[in-house]
């Protein structure tokens, strides 16, 4: 099982961008991982955002986010990345990143995902 660990979470303002990194832990490579990210607001139940398989192909889980955040990988730094623009106060919530095996192909349901990251706090407001 992966350990994973987000960060580059914070304060935003409305308009704003936040880059969030996750990294894996050394030693075991992504190679057989998709990996996803997901969001939690207070009082709602975990969404997930986007996913990207080993092959690097994309996909946006959720319709709030299409053509604002973008998700990438760096396998051989063992890192997920996800993008965010035109932020939006609705996009406040505990971001976490996690890894699915099954690498080439992509999945919304959350029972897939085996490891998950501790998350890190976002918040948009003025």
């Known amino acids: 099982q992966l350990q994973l660990v987000e960060s580059g979470g914070g304060l935003v303002q409305p308009g704003g961008s936040l880059r969030l990194s996750c990294v894996a832990s050394s030693g075991i490579t992504l190679d057989y991982y998709a990996m996803g990210w997901f969001r939690q607001a207070p009082g709602k139940e975990r969404e997930a955002i986007s996913c990207?398989?080993?092959?690097?192909?994309?996909?946006d889980l959720s319709d709030s986010v299409k053509g604002r955040f973008t998700i990438s990988r760096d396998n051989d730094k063992k890192m997920v990345f996800l993008q965010m623009n035109s932020l939006k106060p609705e996009d406040t919530a505990v971001y976490y990143c996690a890894a699915k095996r099954g690498g080439y192909y992509c999945a919304a349901y959350i029972p897939e995902y085996e490891s998950w990251g501790q998350g890190t706090q976002v918040t948009v407001s003025s």
């Open positions: 990207i398989t080993n092959s690097d192909s994309t996909i």
